[in-house]
């Protein structure tokens, strides 16, 4: 079997497993919708590679997918996998994404002995474990980089899709996109939920406002369809936001209807 018939096998294994394992999320069979051929994805807290994989299927073997994931276990899943089924479309790199370069801790939650990398979070750049509170933690030094310093360093100009699920570090991200932002207009997919955020000073109220500053407009998934908000979800935690002069503006706007 070729490299992309497994990739493509591998993804639509997961895409069947969405409705019946709470653990994958309903965008994983989604936002592929919006990647074409050939596009630029980035994967930011990439965990085990889930949408790592289902972004490389669909850019497919033109395409470029890269991986920021800081933990090496989740890292040796994605080596892994990677090495199964051939993608080499698909960049990994051992770092935590933030709004700047330099070194930084990860605190890695443990529950009765057993890692839980969900819910791992940047304590360097973190006022206390706020939503972690009560759980016992593993300390990692891990390398931090900047999606503009990283991408400027390995001759990426423009990004088509960023994903972003960092526990609450979210903003630190943007921050340090902004040269991305501004002159690829990506779509961003962006976990935000107020209990990691609140960590790290900020809401989700203040990162749709930001973005929506920018020109971005928001939408949530809900029943299968993208649906306009103008506010972040209480309910939903990942957010999309595309920019109307973006490359995904008319699938967006066939996706979203009136907005």
């Known amino acids: 079997m070729s490299t992309t018939r497994r990739i493509r096998a ?3 294994l997961l895409h069947r497993l969405t409705p019946h394992v709470d653990a994958i999320e309903d965008e994983l069979d989604a936002l592929p919708q919006l990647i074409g051929a050939g596009s630029t994805c980035l994967d930011v ?12 299927d669909a850019a497919g073997p033109s395409g470029r997918v890269v991986a920021f994931e800081p933990l090496p276990g989740p890292r040796r899943v994605i080596r892994s996998g990677r090495r199964l089924l051939g993608g080499r479309g698909i960049t990994l790199v051992p770092a935590a994404v933030a709004d700047g370069p330099g070194h930084g801790t990860i605190g890695l939650p443990v ?10 979070f940047l304590t360097s750049r973190a006022d206390g474990l706020g939503s972690n509170a009560g759980w016992r933690h593993r300390t990692l030094d891990v390398e931090l980089v900047s999606l503009d310093g990283w991408c400027y360093a390995h001759g990426i100009t423009d990004v088509d899709v960023i994903k972003v699920d960092v526990e609450g570090a979210e903003q630190h991200v943007i921050d340090g996109a902004a040269r991305l932002l501004e002159r690829s207009l990506p779509t961003l997919l962006l976990e935000l939920e107020d209990r990691h955020l609140d960590r790290f000073g900020t809401t989700a109220a203040a990162i749709v406002r930001g973005l929506v500053a920018r020109g971005y407009r928001a939408a949530v998934l809900a029943r299968g369809r993208w649906r306009a908000v103008d506010a972040p979800s ?7 936001f595309w920019h109307p002069d973006g490359r995904h503006a008319a699938a967006m706007r066939a996706q979203v209807g009136s907005v």
């Open 10 to 12: 591998a993804a639509a």
């Open 45 to 56: 807290g990439a965990k085990h590679g889930a949408y790592t994989l289902t972004m490389a």
């Open 111 to 120: 529950r009765r002995g057993i890692p839980v990398p969900g819910r791992a």
């Open 234 to 240: 209480t309910t939903i935690r990942n957010h999309l």
